[in-house]
């Protein structure tokens, strides 16, 4: 661990402990959600606007949710953990499932594009004991995004992703915009929200009279 990231876990244990801040000591898993996915969206904002000063800023608030997350982890009589094991298990997960570049240099060889993609969900599906490969996917992600998500899980899985049941109504046109974004290679979720930013400028314009 580097020198700033030590400074980082003592920060984040001082305004934790007695004597510290009462709020950062009265939050919990639960009351931090809000702020976990605000920061992401945040960070998303800086990435697609190209503010690079934003990008330095909204990645050092993600890495507090995480490092936050670890130290009330740590304090867990039952099943405790800190951000040591945190990062000692990411780095276990990333080796098990690069097989390509840790595994045999013939494997490696051997695993280009989508290939790498039906590998890792392989992979993950055995560690987590998954029945289907629509399992896992995020009940909390946003409609577009997961509907997205769900076509490239089961086109990797070898399904039809085009067999969708005929609809008229509103949520089976928008499913379809969402299969041809994803057939195109393109994000539907960024997509949408770049149109609704241009969108908003124009609002905006048209509201100041300019």
Known sequence: MTDALRDLVRVMDRLRSPGGCPWDADQTHESLVPYALEETYELVEAIETGDRAGLREELGDVLLQVVFHARIAAEDPDDPFDVDDVAA??????????????????????????????????????????????????????????????????????????????????????????????????DAEGALRTSAAAWEASLRAQESGT
Do not use: F
């Open 89 to 186: 298990d990411l780095v276990a997960k990333l080796v098990r499932r690069h097989p390509h570049v840790y595994g045999p240099a013939e494997v490696a060889a051997k695993k280009k594009g989508a290939d790498l993609h039906v590998q890792w969900d392989t992979l993950k599906n055995a560690e987590k004991a998954r029945e289907s490969a629509l399992d896992g996917v995020p009940l909390a992600l946003g409609a577009l995004a997961r509907a997205q998500k769900i076509a490239g899980r089961a086109a990797r899985a070898g399904l039809t992703v085009d067999s969708v049941p005929p609809a008229d109504d509103l949520g089976g046109r928008l499913l379809a915009l969402v299969l041809e974004a994803h057939a195109a290679g393109v």
